[in-house]
């Protein structure tokens, strides 16, 4: 009830190319889904997040696609760069305390 | 705000000695969790506390580990005695509900136990 399941583990794109990250979770009470970045040596940073009530969420060359029927949200990013290199995590939570449960993490790896 | 601030950033010990990781949150914040990264089971959430209160332990593996946190700018995270299948990255991160649910992450400790 508590897991968030991840895919791809790994992902390697040209540089432009458009990688999408897919997530699924089962608890219908999680109400917040954040995406995490995170760089080699560094702690995860919030990239961009979304609550249930909307479809979907753009942040510059970032977007959260979000279907609550078939309980799967997904991070497309657009026009990739080298610089998009890192590991990205989806995230779930629910109540007050937002108490994080992640998913295993895809490691992206744009190439030049 | 300098940010979450974790020491140290690397710890090499040996198999049964005590290790304790320190974290400051970033100031104001009245969440704290602790996080251990390793490649086999990813990021797991070990424990948070609210106000200093320990609110879910229930991710500590075992006994050997403890979290303390005094007062609301420092917080220790101990393993004694520690293992190998202990080494992993540990990360501490704070929030403030009043602003919002995002989860700053410090650097992270990165522990080696031989």
């Known amino acids: 009830q508590q897991q968030v399941k991840q895919s791809p583990q790994s992902l390697i794109v040209q540089k432009g190319g458009i990688p999408i990250i897919n997530c699924a979770y089962e608890?219908?009470?999680?109400?917040?889904f954040p995406w995490y970045q995170q760089f080699p040596g560094k702690g995860p940073a919030l990239l961009i997040a979304?609550?249930?009530?909307?479809s979907e969420k753009k942040e510059g060359r970032f977007t959260i696609s979000f279907n609550k029927s078939a309980k799967q949200f997904s991070l497309h990013i657009m026009d990739s760069q080298p610089g998009d290199s890192a590991t990205y995590f989806c995230?779930?939570?629910?109540?007050?305390?937002?108490?994080?449960?992640f998913g295993s993490g895809t490691q992206l790896t744009v190439l030049p | 705000d300098a940010g979450v601030i974790q020491s140290p950033r690397h710890e090499v010990t040996e198999m049964g000695q005590e290790v304790t990781l320190r974290c400051k949150p970033i100031?104001?914040?009245?969440?704290l969790f602790w996080y251990r990264q390793t490649m086999m089971r990813g990021l797991e959430l070990l424990i948070y506390?609210?106000?200093?209160?320990?609110?879910?332990d229930s991710g500590m593996p075992e006994d050997r580990f403890s979290a303390k946190m005094p007062n609301a700018s420092f917080s220790t995270l101990k393993i004694q005695p520690s293992e190998p299948r202990d080494s992993a990255v540990y990360f501490c991160?704070?929030?403030?509900?009043?602003?919002?649910?995002?989860?700053?992450f410090g650097p992270g400790t990165r522990l080696t136990v031989t």
């Open positions: 506390f609210n106000n200093n209160v320990p609110i879910d």
């Open positions: 100031s104001g914040h009245d969440y």
């Open positions: 991160a704070s929030k403030n509900l009043a602003i919002g649910a995002e989860q700053y």
């Open positions: 995230a779930a939570s629910k109540g007050s305390a937002r108490q994080l449960t």
């Open positions: 979304i609550r249930p009530d909307v």
């Open positions: 608890n219908t009470a999680f109400d917040y």
